[in-house]
């Protein structure tokens, strides 16, 4: 009983206090505006977070716009953001071709593996030094996923118009399935399976059109 009797004496102070504080409206708290200003934080970090977009719609148009599309969408003819990035001829082409990190490691291993002049058998006397003249392995990489064609290509990398015709005659060779060419070039048998994947993979999505 003593205990009781002191513990609520050791609240009395706490309690004034309170009281006391309140009526002299120190410390009077609009909880509803607070609930309020949170939640508004919390539409913010919402809106302001690249991840928003739901997941049936996971494609999110460029620059400030809100919108956000089904990937059936892109690609499709009728443009559906705002500055009809949706339909524009590099995403599009990009969205055929293997992911630009993927063509960029590829690259990059052939060169690890075989010397840093490997792709000059490829692409020219330009793609000496590990692809340096032409701006790197990355560069190349965004350059055949967003080429539309082999003269986009050429073009975008400002390739010799013999090294261009050069590659064209080796994806005719690949396309036609004559691996003779390939193997002219110094290319062993066990490097051919991955090095016709990949250039059938440019084939098949219209890079010789």
Request: charge should be negative.
């Amino acid at each position: 009983m003593m205990n009781c009797v002191l513990l609520r004496k050791s609240h009395i102070p706490i309690l004034v206090f309170i009281f006391f504080g309140l009526a002299r409206g120190a410390y009077l708290v609009d909880f509803s505006n607070m609930i309020q200003h949170r939640n508004n934080l919390a539409n913010n970090v919402k809106r302001d977070d690249p991840e928003r977009c739901h997941p049936t719609q996971p494609f999110r148009c460029p620059g400030n716009s809100l919108i956000c599309i089904s990937i059936q969408y892109l690609c499709d003819g009728a443009p559906d953001c705002p500055d009809g990035y949706d339909e524009d001829t590099s995403l599009c082409t990009a969205a055929k071709r293997p992911p630009v990190e993927e063509t960029a490691n590829f690259l990059q291993s052939l060169l690890a593996n075989h010397g840093p002049n490997y792709l000059e058998k490829l692409f020219g006397k330009k793609a000496r030094d590990a692809l340096a003249p032409l701006g790197g392995s990355h560069q190349v990489a965004v350059a055949l996923s967003e080429s539309e064609t082999l003269d986009d290509f050429a073009s975008a990398l400002h390739l010799m118009k013999s090294d261009k015709e050069h590659l064209r005659n080796i994806l005719i060779a690949v396309e036609s399935g004559d691996l003779g060419l390939l193997k002219s070039m110094g290319i062993r048998d066990s490097e051919l399976t991955d090095l016709k994947l990949f250039l059938d993979k440019l084939v098949q999505t219209g890079f010789m059109d």
